[in-house]
């Protein structure tokens, strides 16, 4: 692999991207037949996410392999790193719409249908009586009563755990760049366990709001943006978790250099941004 | 030209395409993608295009004739929504796909096999969109912005447009993070951000605006199917959300998305003036802060689509005066192209004929932009023909325009062979008088009151639509021209073309062998002062 040095690696002919076209055909019309009532799409879908889950496995497995084989240059890793900023700044926008939904709703929607604004007959020839103020299910009243979560408590302890773990993988980033592997192990087990140890105590807050508060995806738009924002969110620190896992995993296995370690960076970039990600949603949806 | 010797033959790890079917599903080759999106944007293209047919041929005489008004509304949203995803958008990355790498003196795309995926998804996405035309209900008949409460009403098709939309979004980014790394990452040493040419240029600030629009628009999507199937209340009412917050959140997608339909036209016209003028571009660097600036401004004035919602006046004000300052930077624009015919020794070949019809008509869309912009006006233009008339021209004999003029300019590297100059112009002169034919018309129209996406009318607008049907019609037939000229070129007949094709033209693309060959630039190319315009 001499050349390795000066030529950028361009990866001969993959399966994995038909294979992935294919399993999103599967997961997508699978849902749509689903949500449409008819129940064999749920396993259609199914059957499409074990593809693309699949897929996603055998494509990592060819750019691992060539990595270790030597085959990616600076440049390619340079790609690599490109390549995954941008991902990360578009998932950003992903949530940059809901928190756009969230405040138009605190500060236009909600007070213009208690009649803020040049709505004054609205209100009164529509929600006659109804005061926007936020937190709101609405002039409807949308789902029934429902108490508001706390921001102290529950939310309080797992904004506690996700800025310990993104402490934690800092330090096992340092540990990887000075060869420490034994700490590496420690600290980036410790970070994916705060992972999912945020994710059971999301869970568990669900669990509370749906059983215990009438707090509910249904509602109204409190309910609506409470729930987007913090599942999706949710979701995220799952499939972080997941990669620092598998991060873990290779790890053990001797994978990563002091130098070459992108994945291992990739993942950590990651899971910062759902780190900010969630200062957002504390600041916003919990405490303000 | 030496710089460009191809060592396929010498190195092991390099063959040529492979055979069959396997060649496009596997490919990771920058050309092959590129070929293949722009087939796939052919096709969508005429697809979408007899919808317009079935739009114009209801819409040929008063009264209802061929289709019920439901199926009217299925083929305006659809043709809408082939046209921008399906034709316009794919056209560009194919272009991109072809041509940055050419331009930068790059191997490959950066992430070759991201970019086969992007592809692949757009058949999935485009063949479930189309599948919906045979459900209970029909195809989304809410128009192409799927506003709220109207597209919940849409039957089976719902879920499948909702998801059909995640796939051109997923596609799309993922293109374009592509574009923006290959950009970024993959120049010839020598080649500084000033010395990039502008077709590169354009698609770099175009790839930004899709990386940071397109998650909007699955961020809107996924609340609208929410709110259908899990009891959302983003755009009801009574939950405390509002239909009108979908219309921000689409539109903050919605505004960037033209000019990601449109920056990269102007790049492709910025390559195509000076080579036919036989003169460098005009203010290169100031195109640079034109585009930036028109990139900046798309994020700001989105509300400009929404005047007749009732939003307080500071907001209409403010998105007016945004909207208007759109201008200069683009009227900077339309004065460099000028700037650089001035005294130049101009011909007029096909790819300069659109690159000209590009400069006057987008320049007519644009001044009926600012008409649209100007608050107090919109409350009349909203919803008429005049706003059909308006995007058509930024659309047709902007977007499209652009697209076949560098088409006709890089067709002959693409394949090797000229294509029938005769048969050229006449499918730029037959397109030319046949797309204002069509959509000026329109102006008159909706300025004296007809709306938009009603397939009758009253009878004092019949002369006027039915010149608009007949240019239709002919506008239609005439692109049958352009697929037989592609496809003459594609299957080597036809001169040979030379390794520069035009005359002496400017750039790194027209240093390596004409049809260019499977693998180039395996090692950076030198760029030298005479190959750029620098
Ligand atoms: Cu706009």
Redesign the interface.
Known sequence: MTHAENRYYVPHDSHWPAVGAVGLLFLMVGVSFWLNGSSPGFWVMLAGLAVVVFMVAGWFHDVIGESVGGMYNQQVDMSFRMGMFWFIFSEVMFFAAFFGALFYARNMAVPWLGGESNNFFTNLLLWEGYEGSWPSNGPGNVGGEYEVMAPFGLPLINTAILLTSSITVTIAHHALQHGKRGLLYVFLAATFLLGYVFVFLQAEEYIHAYQEMNLKLTSGIYGSTFFMLTGFHGLHVTVGAIMLTVIWLRAIRGHFSPRQHFAFEAAAWYWHFVDVVWMGLYVFVYWM | MTSAVIDAHLSEEHHGP?KGI??W????NHKDIGSMYLVFSLVMFLVGGSMALVIRSELFTPGLQFVDPAFFNQMTTMHALIMVFGAVMPAFVGLANWMVPLMIG???M?????N??SF??L??AF??LGSTLFMDGGAPASGWTMYPPLVLQTG?A???LI??V??MG?SS?MG???V??TI???RAPDMTLLKMPMFVWTWLITAYLL??????L???V??L??DQ??????F???????P??FQ??FW?FGHPEVYIMILPAFGVVSEIIPTFSRKPLFGHDSMVYAASSIAFLSFIVWAHHMFTT?M?LTGQLFFMFATMLIAVPTGVKVFNWVGTMWRGAMTFETPMLFALAFVVLFTIGGFSGLMLAIAPADIQYHDSYFVVAHFHYVLVPGAVFGIMAGVYYWMPKWTGRMYDERLGQIHFWLSTIFVNLTFFPMHFVGLAGMPRRIPDYSTQFADFNSVASIGAIGYGVSQLLFVYIVVKCVRRQGETATDMVWDHPKGLEWTVPSPAPY?TF??PPRVTEGATFH
Request: no cysteine; aromatic share 12%.
């Open positions: 492979a396997r060649r599903l596997y490919t990771t790059a191997p490959d950066a992430l070759p096999r991201m086969n995926w692949w998804i058949p999935v063949g479930m089976d719902f879920p499948f998801f059909s995640h796939l997923l980014i374009a993070i592509n923006i790394v970024i990452n993959m990386i940071a629009v397109m998650p909007v699955a961020g809107a996924t609340m199917l929410t199937f899990f009891g959302t209340s983003f009801l009412a009574a939950g405390g959300g509002d009108v917050m921000h959140i903050f009732g307080p693998h395996d090692t």
